[in-house]
Nanobody, 116 residues
Framework: QVQLVESGGGSVQPGGSLTISCTASGFPFTSSSVSWYRQPPGKEREWVASITRSNGNTYYTASVRGRFTISRDNDKKTAYLQMNNLKTKDTAVYSC?????????WGQGTQVTVSS
């Protein structure tokens, strides 16, 4: 049974930093790329960043490139999203996604609030 658990969300002031985590279980973590998505209040969910399963290539949506860093620790079966220079528009529920045998699996999400 695939399970994803996000953690590390919270409240931070604009310009601050936060790192959120996604810990996986129930499937071979190294077999899947990992993606982070976010859903701002009242808006559709949007893709934020991805990291490939093998060589760890990373990809970012334009609005976070240069501020966010996605990484993974395959030994710990955990992916991370380090977020720097946070802006109020980054406020959202952040969720991670993996694939196993062609099926998508999502975590429950973690709230990130950027406010002064």
């Amino acid at each position: 049974q695939v399970q994803l658990v996000e953690s590390g969300g919270g409240s931070v002031q604009p310009g601050g930093s936060l790192t959120i985590s996604c810990t996986a279980s129930g499937f071979p973590f190294t077999s899947s790329s990992v993606s982070w998505y976010r859903q701002p209040p009242g808006k559709e969910r949007e893709w934020v960043a991805s990291i490939t399963r093998s060589n760890g290539n990373t990809y970012y949506t334009a609005s976070v490139r240069g501020r966010f860093t996605i990484s993974r620790d395959n030994d710990k079966k955990t992916a991370y999203l380090q977020m720097n220079n946070l802006k109020t528009k980054d406020t959202a529920v952040y969720s991670c996604k993996v694939q196993d045998h062609g099926q998508d699996y999502w975590g429950q999400g973690t709230q990130v609030t950027v406010s002064s």
